[in-house]
């Protein structure tokens, strides 16, 4: 089980950037995939991203050229870059890994672009 704190949403305008971070604690994170999550109101959690404990990354198809994903082992974190940001980014993002451990999620963190 990884224990997860996301951290640095906030409310950006469209075509701002921001970057989240996910710090975590727990015995396995340096070999699991870790994810990035979000969950828009109304909708279904969806995967945004995704990182190996290697460092390969998958981007959802529609984010490719404004999300990135990157991990620090060494520090047990997880980041989310964001730019270009548009309304329909507006959601809680969370971390957890691939495949989701429902012992895992966190609280996430509110990424609000207005439009």
């Known amino acids: 089980q990884v224990q997860v704190v996301e951290s640095g949403g906030g409310l950006v305008q469209a075509g701002g950037s921001l970057k989240l971070s996910c710090t975590t604690s727990?015995?396995?994170?340096?070999?699991?995939?870790m994810g990035w999550y979000r969950q828009a109101p109304g909708k279904q959690r969806e995967l945004v991203a995704s990182i190996s404990n290697f460092g390969d990354t998958i981007v959802a198809s529609s984010l490719k050229g404004r999300f990135t994903i990157s991990r620090d082992n060494v520090k047990n974190a997880v980041f989310l870059h964001m730019t270009s940001l548009k309304p329909e980014d507006t959601a809680v993002y969370y971390c957890n890994e691939v495949p989701a451990d429902s012992r895992s999620w966190g609280q996430g963190s509110l990424v609000t672009v207005p439009s």
């Open positions: 727990g015995s396995k994170f340096s070999i699991n995939t």
